[in-house]
């Protein structure tokens, strides 16, 4: 009898285990992969601080949580198309399927140093992503049935992903290509990273007009605006792939003032943005009262502050500038301990009954 209460119980565990998975892969959403971004690119800060037990740990759940994400997504295609399909045609959140792109290539550029042929497959494999978001997600956004509004009406931070999903790719294409010498990579890095700079032109204008024509409130100000500063640091980190490549080459040669001095423009500019994005943070929660719990969106501020740290490292070495090093420096800690805070935050979120999710707090305000 005590058998058979036992085997019942464990039957019911099993139950509610698989029921809570199947939950959270119907409400995983787009932006979800920002995880992955968050911990790699702040394994990455780390390891050039000589931080080398920080950088495998976080290495290691960067490369878990990648293919644990990988297989989630593909459950919720195959289940729940029709969620995935709805939220590609929505303006405000379908951009967030670029962190796809961006984590792909984030934890390949972790493997390129012991083991190059991850790096070029995972690059391969977000090739695809990217012509899905930019040809397909973003046209259709432009061209079918607006059931939504505008586009633009709907435009927020997670629209710079985008942005850092193109440059990544650069990046990972420049850092393949460094010592190599084949032109033909060096073109598409630098190709990449034009598209990206004029996207992030583009993009700038449009969300900042619509922040400054529109009323704001405190859900409406996410932390995803912190990509306007994590767009900027993945555009300096791709010029410093760039740079990096050999000065003979002769894409090198036409394009190196250019790229040195925008590289080191958009650096200032991703500083001058910290400030503001403070302010949003203690507007959001200080005055509006927004209260403090964990988002999937959290994660898009870790990224910019682990990606400002890394491209401030390098950009400070490579154009001899010591103060852009050391500030890249005390912000990989800061980044280390905003990834702690925002971990700690999700492990007690995800101990908790399941709530509604940013994703449809937002579906149910269109």
Same mark, same amino acid.
């Given at each position: 009898?005590?058998?058979? =209460?036992?085997?019942?119980?464990?039957?019911?565990?099993?139950?509610?285990?698989?029921?809570?998975?199947?939950?959270? !892969?119907?409400?995983?959403?787009?932006?979800?992969?920002?995880?992955?971004?968050?911990?790699?690119?702040?394994?990455?800060?780390?390891?050039?601080?000589?931080? /080398?037990?920080?950088?495998?740990?976080?290495?290691?759940?960067?490369?878990?949580?990648?293919?644990?994400?990988?297989? +989630?997504?593909?459950?919720?295609?195959?289940?729940?198309?029709?969620?995935?399909?709805?939220?590609?045609?929505?303006?405000?959140?379908?951009?967030?399927? +670029?962190?796809?792109?961006?984590?792909?290539?984030?934890?390949? +550029?972790?493997?390129?140093? %012991?083991?190059?042929?991850?790096?070029?497959?995972?690059?391969?494999?977000?090739?695809?992503?990217?012509?899905?978001?930019?040809?397909?997600?973003?046209?259709?956004?432009?061209?079918?049935?607006?059931?939504?509004?505008?586009?633009?009406?709907?435009?927020?931070?997670?629209?710079?992903?985008?942005?850092?999903?193109?440059?990544?790719? /650069?990046?990972?294409?420049?850092?393949?290509?460094?010592?190599?010498?084949?032109?033909?990579?060096?073109?598409?890095?630098?190709?990449?990273?034009?598209?990206?700079?004029?996207?992030?032109?583009?993009?700038?204008?449009?969300?900042?007009?619509?922040?400054?024509?529109?009323?704001?409130? +405190?859900?409406?100000?996410?932390?995803?605006?912190?990509?306007?500063?994590?767009?900027?640091?993945?555009?300096?980190?791709?010029?410093?792939?760039?740079?990096?490549?050999?000065?003979?080459?002769?894409?090198?040669?036409?394009?190196?003032?250019?790229?040195?001095? %925008?590289?080191? &423009?958009?650096?200032?500019?991703?500083?001058?943005?910290?400030?503001?994005?403070?302010?949003?943070?203690?507007?959001?929660?200080?005055? =509006? =009262?927004?209260?403090?719990?964990?988002?999937?969106?959290?994660?898009?501020?870790?990224?910019?502050?682990? &990606?400002?740290?890394?491209?401030?490292?390098?950009?400070?070495?490579?154009?001899?500038?010591?103060?852009?090093?050391?500030?890249?420096?005390?912000?990989?800690?800061?980044?280390?301990?905003?990834?702690?805070?925002? &971990? !700690?935050?999700?492990?007690?979120?995800?101990?908790?009954?399941?709530?509604?999710?940013?994703?449809?707090?937002?579906?149910?305000?269109?």
């Amino acid at each position: 009898m005590a058998t058979a =209460k036992l085997t019942d119980n464990q039957e019911r565990a099993t139950y509610s285990v698989i029921e809570r998975l199947s939950t959270a !892969v119907r409400k995983l959403p787009p932006g979800a992969f920002a995880f992955v971004m968050a911990t790699g690119i702040v394994a990455a800060a780390f390891s050039l601080i000589g931080q /080398s037990t920080i950088t495998l740990v976080l290495f290691v759940i960067a490369g878990f949580g990648l293919v644990i994400l990988l297989v +989630a997504l593909g459950w919720r295609i195959i289940r729940h198309w029709d969620l995935v399909h709805a939220d590609s045609r929505n303006p405000a959140i379908a951009f967030g399927f +670029a962190t796809i792109v961006a984590a792909l290539n984030v934890v390949g +550029a972790l493997f390129h140093s %012991f083991a190059p042929i991850v790096t070029i497959i995972l690059l391969c494999l977000s090739f695809p992503f990217w012509i899905l978001l930019t040809y397909g997600i973003a046209a259709a956004m432009m061209l079918g049935p607006q059931h939504h509004g505008p586009p633009a009406a709907k435009a927020n931070g997670s629209w710079f992903i985008w942005v850092v999903a193109t440059q990544s790719l /650069s990046v990972v294409t420049g850092i393949i290509d460094q010592g190599l010498g084949f032109n033909l990579l060096g073109v598409i890095a630098v190709g990449m990273w034009s598209i990206g700079v004029i996207l992030y032109i583009i993009l700038t204008v449009i969300i900042t007009l619509r922040l400054m024509t529109t009323t704001q409130d +405190a859900f409406g100000v996410r932390p995803t605006y912190w990509v306007y500063m994590g767009a900027t640091a993945i555009t300096v980190y791709a010029g410093w792939s760039i740079l990096s490549l050999l000065g003979d080459l002769p894409i090198m040669k036409a394009t190196h003032d250019f790229i040195s001095g %925008f590289t080191f &423009m958009l650096w200032a500019f991703g500083l001058w943005w910290i400030p503001i994005l403070v302010i949003f943070g203690i507007w959001r929660h200080a005055v =509006k =009262k927004y209260p403090i719990r964990y988002e999937t969106e959290l994660w898009s501020m870790v990224f910019p502050l682990g &990606m400002f740290s890394v491209a401030s490292i390098h950009i400070g070495e490579l154009l001899g500038l010591p103060v852009v090093h050391d500030m890249g420096v005390i912000c990989t800690w800061i980044a280390g301990v905003t990834w702690f805070v925002v &971990m !700690v935050l999700m492990l007690w979120s995800a101990s908790q009954p399941s709530a509604e999710t940013t994703t449809e707090k937002i579906a149910q305000r269109l």
